[in-house]
T-cell receptor, first 113, second 109 residues
């Protein structure tokens, strides 16, 4: 098992464009989480899935953000009409149920010009 | 989880002990966590402590929890160059965690 994989690792885009990030969790992990980390801060919870069901969305997740996990395996996080304030590292993590270890990917860094 | 606060920077000589502190506000968290983030790598769980415990030791790591003051600390004994990283404490349920800002630890050989 290669761990949690995220793509692309770095995305540079112009303000107003849409971007999509993909996360492949560890196989057999039924829970998948998205976090966002800005420079000098700790990660902030965005949303999570159990299998294909999205169970919770943080108030940080504006209506420009949408996440899916259609088959309960990989997940995508789409940001529409990007703003400079969306520049951050987007982290994906997975776990087996709510067991006390999250396995994080290396993140997808978004730079909005 | 709610607000978690940490101080920012610690420099320590190789072989010495390092102590990282954290305060948290969510007293309902069942577990509190320490994660490590190395450059270019994903966050890695170091250890966690059940909220009813005062102390947990795990090899070179010692976690102390003061529930009355909502204070959590991580002591790393015999600090090594590979311990250079950013350390985050976190609280929360079901892995919906609130992380502190992190402590950067720099180990001087």
């Amino acid at each position: 098992d290669t761990g949690v994989s995220q793509n692309p690792r770095h995305k540079i885009t112009k303000r107003g464009q849409n971007v999509t990030f993909r996360c492949d969790p560890i196989s057999e992990h039924n829970r998948l989480y998205w976090y966002r980390q800005t420079l000098g801060q700790g990660p902030e919870f965005l949303t999570y899935f159990q299998n294909e069901a999205q169970l919770e969305k943080s108030r940080l997740l504006s209506d420009r953000f949408s996440a899916e996990r259609p088959k309960g395996s990989f997940s995508t996080l789409e940001i529409q009409r990007t703003e400079q304030g969306d520049s951050a590292m987007y982290l994906c993590a997975s776990s087996v149920d709510s067991r006390r270890e999250l396995f994080f990917g290396e993140g997808s860094r978004l730079t909005v010009l | 989880g709610e607000d978690v606060e940490q101080s920012l920077f610690l420099s320590v000589r190789e072989g010495d002990s390092s102590v990282i502190n954290c305060t948290y506000t969510d007293s309902s968290s069942t577990y509190l966590y320490w994660y490590k983030q190395e450059p270019g790598a994903g966050l890695q769980l170091l250890t966690y402590i059940f909220s009813n415990m005062d102390m947990k030791q795990d090899q070179r790591l010692t976690v102390l929890l003061n529930k009355k003051d909502k204070h959590l600390s991580l002591r790393i004994a015999d600090t090594q160059t590979g311990d250079s990283a950013i350390y985050f404490c976190a609280d929360g349920e079901d892995n919906r965690l609130a992380f502190g800002k992190g402590n950067q630890v720099v180990v001087i050989p």
